[in-house]
């Protein structure tokens, strides 16, 4: 039984990417990186000149501008718990690491103690549209975990999942 629909929480963009992946991969690997604190990670910022050399950014760009974006590393053996986003109503995320176990979850109560939930199995390389209204989780274990994740200047208030997935539809991007 499905109870919780994967296109509602979100969707993976056709488009790999072609720049940022490497460029973040530099990131990672650079034992220089200064990585600052933000709301529960460590983050490395990504420039906006590198986001925009993937065409399908640059293209989202010209309809949803685009704020920033960044690498964000979890530590090992860290859960970042149920929540929604206070600010981004929608983000793009791609994961980086995939040499250990980390599971990005989406989730609905069943109870007070129990939530259903649906895994995002992210595919190397590929950019999701991001729901980050739906109620969602992160558990890493035992490497550190990378994300290149962006975030866009409408904050909850103002963009929406829904909006964004129906404009890329309508483009023929997922």
């Known amino acids: ?45 990504v420039p906006r ?18 704020n920033r974006a960044a690498v964000l590393m979890s530590e090992a053996y860290q859960n970042y718990e149920w929540h929604t ?16 176990i980390s599971h990005c979850l989406f ?11 649906h895994e995002l199995k992210y595919e190397p390389s590929t950019f999701y549209l991001f729901n980050n209204q739906f109620p969602h989780s992160v558990i890493n274990f035992d490497k550190p975990r990378y994300l290149f994740s962006l975030e866009f200047a409408a904050t909850a208030d103002d963009l929406l999942y829904p909006e964004i997935y129906k404009w890329i539809k309508s483009e023929n991007l997922i």
């Open 85 to 100: 986003d206070q600010y981004r109503g929608v983000c793009i995320n791609m994961l980086l690491s995939y040499d250990h």
């Open 107 to 117: 989730g609905v109560k069943k109870n007070e103690t129990n939530v259903y939930f």
């Open 1 to 45: 039984m499905e109870r919780i629909k994967s296109v509602n929480c979100y969707t993976a963009l056709k488009e790999k990417s072609s720049v940022v992946a490497d460029y973040c991969q530099k990131i990672i690997e650079n034992k220089n990186a200064v990585w600052y604190p933000y709301i529960g990670w460590d983050v490395n910022l």
């Open 49 to 66: 000149e590198v986001v925009l050399q993937e065409p399908v950014l640059a293209k989202i760009n010209e309809q949803f501008t685009i």
